[in-house]
C-alpha cells in the first residue's frame, strides 16, 4: 500500500508527505573565513564548482575572505599541517 494513494473502498484518504530534512545548525560556517587550497579556489571562479574547506564546509565562494574572522576549525587544522602555522604559505583563506 502506498502513502500517498487512499484504499480503495475508504472514501477519502490522507496524503502523508515526509518531512524535509532541515538544518537547525547555528550558522557558525557562514560567519568565517575558510582555508581552501588555492587552486581549488580558481577552478571554483572559473566553472563555479563547490570547494571544500579544512573544516568541511561545502560551498561556492563568492564573498571577500578578508571581511570574516578565520574558521577556528580550519586554523587548528591548518596549523597541525606539516608546514602549517600563519606565515601565509600552503593554504588559502577564502
Known sequence: M???????????GTLVEPTPQ????????ERFAHY????????????????VA???KV???????KKYPVCPMCKEIYESMSGGGDDGKGGDKK
Do not use: N
Not at 22 to 29: C, L, M, P, V
Open 2 to 12: 502506498s502513502t500517498l494513494e487512499p484504499e480503495r473502498g475508504t472514501g477519502t
Open 22 to 29: 532541515t538544518s537547525h545548525g547555528d550558522g557558525d560556517h
Open 36 to 51: 581552501v587550497q588555492k587552486d581549488k579556489i580558481m577552478a571554483s571562479a572559473l566553472d563555479g564548482t563547490p570547494v
Open 54 to 56: 579544512l573544516c568541511g
Open 59 to 65: 560551498w561556492v565562494p563568492g564573498r571577500d575572505p
